[in-house]
Structures are given as C-alpha cells and as structure tokens.
C-alpha cells in the first residue's frame, strides 16, 4: 500500500498514545513522490512561523507495518526536537537509542535505513557517556532506585523480564536522557541499583522524558 494523508495522522495519532505518551503535538503532513527517502522529518519555517512537518513518500508499495515502521522513525525525530535533547548526528545516540527501545518493548523493526532486520543495532562504544536509558525502580520498601541500562535490544528485553519477576519492586519507569550525572553509574543488565534521592528524580529525571512500555 502506499500513504495517505488520512492514513498517516490516524497513525500518528495511535502511535503518539501508544509510544509516546500522548506528548507530540500534532505535525503537518505532506506527500511527495520523491524516491530518495520514504520518510522526513522537518521544522520549517513558513511565514515566521515554525512549524513540524512529517512528509511521506508514495513512491513505493510498502505493508502496512512498514509504513508504520517508516513513521515511528520519523516520529523518533520529532521527539528528540520536541524534547529539546541535542543528538551527536542525524542518527546518533540519543536516536539509536530510542529506536532500540521501541523496538524491543513495541516489537517494531524500525531501522536507520528503511530496511527491514535492524533491530539487533548496538550503539558503538564511544556512545557509553550522556545518553542513556534509565529504569526508575520504586519498591513496596519506599526505597527508589535506578538501574541505568545497556543498549542493546536483547539487553533491555532481558532486563524488563528480570525486572518483572521480583516482587519486592512495586513499579518501574523508563526515562530517556541526555545527563552527564548518569555517567558514574555502570550499565548492564545486571539487576543491581542504586538509590536516588527525590530531589534528584526532579532534577534529572522530567515527567516529559518518561518512555512508554
Ligand atoms: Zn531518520
């Protein structure tokens, strides 16, 4: 099938609810028969003002979870603008890194690339500093924890299923950052945390970085 506008704001809408917390505003959306790409994200400035454009290709049939796949990776873009987080390149880290998650906790295949099989992605290792995931553990203790985790797919996976196997943790959130405080901490999948004070949940862990799972 190929999109339409009606296709990708329904889309958008769904995806927004079920992976990004309901937080993206709603963008433009524009076709274009171009074959360089077959999806784009902009902020564009159009008489003063500045406006998100997602912009899709009708150039080739894709299945429907493709272009939803296509979507959800343009919609990663906006995010990362909306959030005002600053990515090391076009696909950087802080990129990869959300795009990992939601493919391991959604079960999507979005890729850099468009293709299909890119869900194993595992960040270099220079990106071990700034960007991170970080899993906020709350126990029936009162205690409050964090875990900051490792990139890769099976590795977030792995954690959530060990994570939801001890009782004593009563809840966890999942925050994505960009926060050079989190750099003293190890990542691993290791079920080891550490506490945090409140004040630093507040400081370093906003309400508008929380992931949906
Ligand atoms: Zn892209």
Redesign the pocket.
Known sequence: MKPTIHFIHEKFVYFNELIFNGKLPLPSFQLTNATSFL???QRKEVNGELIDVITMSTSEELKEQELEDVLI??M??FEIRYLGLQDTS??GHL?MCRMTWINAVHKRNIS?SHRRGAQDEILPSRSKRGVCTVALMCFESGEKGIKVMSYSYNSINEFMNKVSNVSAVKSVEYYIVNDSFFDKYPRSTALKYYRISDEDIAKHLPEKAKLST
């Open positions: 999806g784009k994200y990776h343009e990663i873009h076009a696909h990129f850099v």
